[in-house]
């Protein structure tokens, strides 16, 4: 069996992106620079084990995206992205994703271990 993922990355600059596990550029594709956090996420078996829910990295941004949107098409062009702060590692722990006897269940909705 092989593993599948992908990786969620912050740059220096706090822009936050994803690259597949087998990425091996792992350089932020806004400003260029080496990712200063990481956090991997398991996609061997369709789990998802270890996401983080997109409405809980909203508690960690620091400057929100700014963008331009097409009046014709909708089309959205991103001027420049969110920035965000680094989490602690019990902040990921509490948000990620895990599994508990084949269901998937959420840390935050579960009682503090």
Sequence with gaps: ???EG?????CK???RYRTDCYDSDR???FCHSESAWSHHI??????????I??????QFILHRKKSDVCECCGHETIIAPAVYRIPSPDEVRKM??????????WRKCTDEE
């Excluded at 992908?6 to 912050?10: G, S, T």
């Excluded at 829910?53 to 909203?58: A, V």
């Design 1 to 3: 069996m092989s593993y």
């Design 6 to 10: 992908r990786i969620e990355h912050l």
């Design 13 to 15: 600059n706090g822009h």
């Design 27 to 29: 350089r932020c594709p």
């Design 42 to 51: 398991d996609d061997t078996n369709g789990d998802a084990f270890g996401t």
């Design 53 to 58: 829910l997109e409405e809980d990295w909203d």
């Design 96 to 105: 990620e994703c895990w599994w508990d006897d084949n269901t998937q269940r």
